[in-house]
């Protein structure tokens, strides 16, 4: 990797996740094993019921929902459980919370302050029901709120816009579903994965200087499916935070159905495009949008897809799909930052936003 000095708080950060999943792995990853251990149905009545609950329900905010959006397909997947997010609204505002029987509620949140995240494992747990915080402070009120904690470690994040928090908190969802089936191997898969996101970044550094050519951009889309819906989601989230420029996610199944008639010659389309069960369906829209002349920001492994692509911003190949997420959303994180110093704006700082945002 590059040894020039970063240029900002947000770029340490970015550069920081290999070192801080490689942490978060090493100091939780037994005791999530025992978590998980305590979260299996040991009683007579087990049956086919591998777990003390029958499905998650998640809470989250900002980049911890589009962390939880990645929950949904992690734990669907490997588990075989249910997975919906909260509507916390229906306890902070409306005052009539969802009966919870046999759920494990997870809150998600870097800095478990908010009081709407915070309302939900409460009142899971005055049900009676296994709850889960994982943020990266473990004096919050979250964390107090929760019976259990998965705490991220990440330090300090001194820029605004999340990013580390936002990949520690799917590495420790990932660990998460990994122990809740005892699975050892995709447990060495996640602990070799510090080491390829380290390798994501020479690529991505020597494209960023291309990334002027976007300075005048108004709006763009960027389209991710399966894993990396939550993708999707927290780039546009990060181009939009960072950079002022009007931003939609997409599932390109979604993305046929209606918003593709917005597409004209020139038009800004970023693709999270990853090996995987959904790389055929992004293959045939990348069809479409070639002959609509839409502009193709390519985030993936795979060659004629990068090669179709206007910017091309390679990964690692050979990536178990589960695992995309952590390193796809990195090309997106350094494009809204090298975006924004493009366009003279503070990186660290945009306007308007505070660390800390607490919702009813």
Not at 15 to 20: A, H, L, N
Not at 191 to 211: D, G, N, S, W, Y
Not at 248 to 254: F, G, K, L, V
Not at 289 to 316: G, M, V, W
């Amino acid at each position: 990797m590059t040894t020039q000095r970063p240029s900002s708080f947000l770029e340490s950060e970015i550069r920081e996740q290999p070192e801080v999943l490689d942490r978060l792995l090493q100091s939780e990853t037994e005791r999530v094993f025992e978590l998980a251990q305590s979260l299996r149905n040991k009683g007579e009545d087990a049956g086919d019921r591998p777990y003390c609950f029958d499905y998650v329900v998640l809470a989250a905010r900002g980049s911890s929902d589009n962390a939880a959006r990645y929950a949904q397909y992690l734990f669907g997947y490997h588990n075989r459980l249910p997975v919906s997010l909260a509507t916390a609204s229906l306890l902070t505002m409306y005052e009539r919370p969802p009966r919870l029987a046999r759920a494990l509620v997870i809150g998600i949140s870097q800095s478990g302050q908010s009081p709407d995240i915070v309302g939900v494992l409460a009142e899971a747990r005055r049900q009676g029901q296994a709850t889960i915080a994982i943020t990266n402070d473990p004096q919050s009120p979250l964390a107090s709120a929760a019976e259990h904690l998965i705490p991220l470690g990440a330090g300090p994040e001194k820029s605004i816009a999340a990013t580390k928090t936002y990949t520690l908190s799917l590495g420790a969802l990932a660990l998460l579903s990994a122990a809740l089936e005892n699975d050892r191997d995709r447990l060495n898969e996640l602990h070799k994965l510090p080491v390829i996101m380290e390798r994501t970044f020479p690529p991505i550094l020597a494209e960023l200087h291309r990334v002027e050519r976007y300075r005048y951009m108004s709006h763009c889309v960027v389209i991710g499916r399966g894993f990396n819906y939550a993708t999707a989601f927290e780039v546009a989230l990060k181009i939009k935070e960072l950079t002022r420029t009007i931003t939609e996610p997409y599932s390109s199944a979604d993305f046929h159905h209606g918003p593709i008639a917005m597409v004209h010659r020139g038009f800004p389309i970023m693709l999270v495009a990853p090996s995987g069960a959904v790389i055929d369906d992004i293959r045939q829209l990348v069809v479409t949008l070639k002959r609509l002349e839409a502009e193709l920001l390519t985030i993936s492994d795979d060659a004629d897809l990068l090669a179709d692509a206007n910017l091309a911003f390679p990964i690692p190949e050979g990536l178990p799909e589960w695992l995309t997420p952590l390193v796809t959303v990195i090309p997106g994180q350094f494009f809204a930052m090298a975006l924004a110093q493009a366009r003279g704006l503070n990186a660290d700082h945009p306007q308007g936003l505070k660390k800390v945002t607490e919702t009813m």
